[in-house]
Structures are given as structure tokens and as C-alpha cells.
């Protein structure tokens, strides 16, 4: 047993072990702090067991120009300006790239002209969205739709609520899209979806003396905590039937009963439960 994850990176490092389990933050962290470069991630637990999940921009089944447009203000966002982004939300990403120029068409640009935008958002899902101390939106996801205003040179509004209204009012078109959604083919058949422009690890996360779990197979008969009406409330039950999988509203919800024997664990984004554990 080694006291902290400071020692176990140098552990791996320095051959004295053959890995180490742990967050990717808090890794990415000690590697920076201690310049390791020779340790990597090996793998996370996820819906298709150790892939990241990624974040798209979903928008009205009506405005295809709109998903158009948010697809070529991803492009004009450069790769070092998203390192940033992930840098100060995430403290973990490893690229760099040079700023894009990309054109709107005549059409983009006249649509952009005669309509206005709202998106639906989470106000409930940091560091990723979230009502900050003053009661304004802050996050990643926040900060990166804020890039589109001043690359399209447009006003962007927000309309934040817990995740299951926020959802419903994207998909009767009250507002015009939605941050932080995830395909599906329910959803495929009400909203357009952008390229996805982050990749958010998914973790399972128990109690201490939880023995570790390799794969979701390994969970027959465990009572699992998922945020209601996202992705992975929809998948995991159909993926893994023997699982019981329980729909919370709120991480803290789910933390709470876990952490008092309610349930064995709660699944969800890496860095989204971590944030609400540190708080």
C-alpha cells in the first residue's frame, strides 16, 4: 500500500509497480507537479466499457442552418483555446493546435440575422454548467458557447434547469437546443446533433471497502445510481439487464445514498462526480 497518489505515479515510474488506480484529474495533476511523463492511462470503466463519452450540442429538428453554424464556430475554436478551457474546468488535456479560419455561408449568415438563440442548459452539472456564487451560468460548456458569441459575433441566451426539464424544453422546440446532450435514437428523431466537441470519461464509483470492479458485467444483481433522463439511464438498462440500474436527480442525491448503503454505487461523468465529492 503506498500513502498517496503522489507516491503511487512515482511507483509506476520508477518500476517499483505496474499501475494505479485513480482519478484522471488527480493524476494529470501529480504527473504535472512531479514532471512524470512516462505514465499514461491505461483505461476507464465506461458505457462501452473504458470509452469516454462524447459531449455534443443538440439543436431543433427544424433549424439544420443552426446546428450548421455551431458546427463551424467548433471549427473556428482552436485546439489550444479548448486546452484552456479543459485546463481551467478540467486541470487534464493534452493537445495543441493553431486558430481556424472558417466562412459562413450567405445563408448562415442572413439566418443568423433574422432569428434569435436560446439553449437549454443544465444548471445543475458542474464544473461542465452550473449556477455559480452570484447566480449567473459558469462551467466549461458556459465558458465554450461564449467562444460562438465572440467568433459569430452573435447574443446566445441561456435557459437553465435541473436536466429532465431542460430536455423536455429543447425537444418541444421551447427553447432551441440543448448543452451537454448525448445522441440517441429517441432524440435523433427531435434534435439535430453537432460533432461533439469534448470527451468526458465515465467512472463508477463506490464505497472504500468496495472491492474493484473491472467491467460493468461484474455488477449481477448491484443497485446503481444514474442521473435520470440521460444517456446512460437510457443505455445501461438495455446493456446490462442484470444490473439495477436507479434514476436520481442529482449527484449529491446519489453520493448521499451511497455513501449511507442505499445503493453499491453511482455511475456517471468522471469529472461532474468528482466536483460534487470535493465540494
Known amino acids: 500500500l503506498v500513502k498517496d497518489t503522489a507516491e503511487s505515479i512515482q511507483a509506476v515510474a520508477f ?32 458505457l462501452d466499457e473504458g470509452a469516454p463519452i462524447p459531449i455534443y450540442i443538440g439543436v431543433r429538428k ?63 452539472y458542474a464544473p461542465m454548467n452550473f449556477r455559480n456564487a452570484e447566480g449567473k451560468m459558469d462551467g466549461l460548456s458556459i465558458d465554450y458557447i461564449r467562444m460562438f458569441e465572440k467568433k459569430l459575433d452573435i447574443s446566445i441566451n441561456f435557459d437553465a434547469r435541473p436536466w429532465p426539464e431542460a430536455l423536455a424544453n429543447a425537444t418541444v422546440h421551447k427553447t432551441d437546443g440543448i448543452i451537454n446532450a448525448n445522441p440517441t435514437p429517441e432524440l435523433d428523431e ?17 464505497r472504500n471497502e468496495t472491492p474493484e470492479y473491472q467491467s460493468l458485467k461484474e455488477l449481477k444483481g448491484k443497485r446503481i445510481l444514474v442521473k435520470r433522463k440521460t444517456v446512460e439511464a437510457l443505455i445501461l438498462p438495455k446493456r446490462y439487464p442484470s444490473v439495477e440500474i436507479i434514476e436520481i436527480d ?20 468522471l469529472i461532474v462526480v468528482n466536483h460534487e465529492m470535493e465540494k
Open 15 to 46: 518500476d517499483k509497480a505496474d499501475a494505479l488506480l485513480d482519478l484522471i484529474p488527480v493524476i494529470e495533476y501529480y504527473k504535472r507537479k512531479l514532471a512524470i511523463s512516462n505514465v499514461k492511462l491505461g483505461g476507464t470503466l465506461g
Open 62 to 124: 427544424d433549424w439544420p442552418l443552426l446546428a450548421s453554424i455551431f458546427n463551424k464556430a467548433m471549427k473556428m475554436v482552436s485546439d489550444e483555446e479548448l486546452l484552456a478551457l479543459q485546463n481551467k474546468w478540467f486541470r487534464w488535456a493534452e493537445t495543441e493546435g493553431a486558430q481556424r479560419q472558417v466562412e459562413l455561408t450567405g445563408d448562415e449568415k442572413r439566418w443568423l440575422s433574422n432569428n434569435t438563440i436560446t439553449l437549454s442548459v443544465d444548471d445543475r
Open 190 to 206: 427531435k434534435l439535430l446533433f453537432t460533432k461533439p466537441y469534448i470527451e468526458v470519461p465515465m467512472a463508477l464509483f463506490t
Open 250 to 269: 442529482s449527484y449529491k442525491e446519489a453520493l448521499s445514498l451511497l455513501s449511507t448503503e442505499q445503493a453499491d454505487g453511482v455511475f456517471g461523468h
